[in-house]
């Protein structure tokens, strides 16, 4: 079967850093994507990492470490429109393609 | 270049009815995902599907619920004698035919299905 697990509230202050730490096991692992979901809305993406290593992009950083089945996201200068769902998403090979499943997110709040 | 599209944004049944829901994907994908997203609880893979194909169903509940992908047209999830229990937000997502290291898929803005 598939575990995700990664924290389901943090809250931060606006300006400062945070880490969403996520671990994993799954079967037929194919690399992780992070999403953003605000309520009521769609997750857009946010990060994929296939390799082993920190992928940086802007305000976002995603690390995973394939052999501890382990990514974080690493938010910088936060800002009050950060405050949402943040979902990691183990991508797993199946019959002819891939499917993503998702952990339950952590909802992060972001504080003056 | 519009994204995914999914209608109807909202829909709400009586007990029993049926729920259609439809999504066309991006322009130039092939592979389509339905998810559930039941209230204050995460994305819940149901459905994988390619042009008349249904690749991985192994989320979708055995009865009441089917999907398809024909060659002309939406992906259709349907959902019959709907019960309260379907509440939820209905999600579809598409991927570009499948190539080394482009695996993102695109979410559609989710149809809010609400059973009375």
């Known amino acids: 079967g598939q575990n995700i697990d990664q924290p389901t509230e943090m809250t931060a202050t606006e300006g400062a850093i945070v880490q969403i730490n996520c671990t994993y096991q799954?079967?037929?692992?194919?690399?992780l994507f992070w999403y953003q979901q605000h309520a009521g809305e769609a997750p857009t993406f946010l990060s994929y990492?296939?390799?082993?290593g920190l992928e940086e992009k802007g305000r976002f950083s995603s690390f995973l470490s394939r052999s501890k089945g382990y990514s974080y996201l690493l938010l910088k200068e936060l800002q009050m429109k950060d405050s949402a769902s943040y979902l990691c998403?183990?991508?797993?090979?199946?019959?002819?393609?891939?499917?993503?499943?998702f952990g339950t997110g952590t909802q992060l709040k972001v504080e003056l | 270049n519009a994204g995914v599209m999914q209608n109807p944004r909202h829909l709400v049944r009586r007990r029993g009815q049926e729920a259609r829901l439809r999504c066309s994907p991006m322009?130039?994908?092939?592979?389509v995902y339905w998810y559930r997203q039941l209230p204050e609880e995460g994305l819940k893979f149901m459905v994988y599907?390619?042009?008349?194909?249904?690749?991985?169903e192994s989320g979708m509940p055995k009865e009441r619920f089917s999907a398809e992908f024909p060659k002309e047209g939406p992906s259709i999830l349907r959902i019959q004698q709907v019960v309260r229990g379907d509440s939820a937000a209905y999600f579809c997502?598409?991927?570009?035919?499948?190539?080394?290291?482009?695996?993102?898929?695109?979410f559609g803005p989710g149809t809010r299905l609400t059973v009375l």
């Open positions: 997502a598409s991927s570009p035919p499948r190539r080394e290291g482009d695996n993102e898929q695109f």
């Open positions: 799954t079967s037929g692992f194919n690399g």
């Open positions: 990492n296939v390799l082993d």
């Open positions: 998403a183990p991508l797993i090979l199946t019959g002819g393609g891939n499917k993503l499943t």
């Open positions: 599907l390619q042009k008349e194909n249904i690749i991985d």
């Open positions: 322009k130039g994908h092939s592979h």
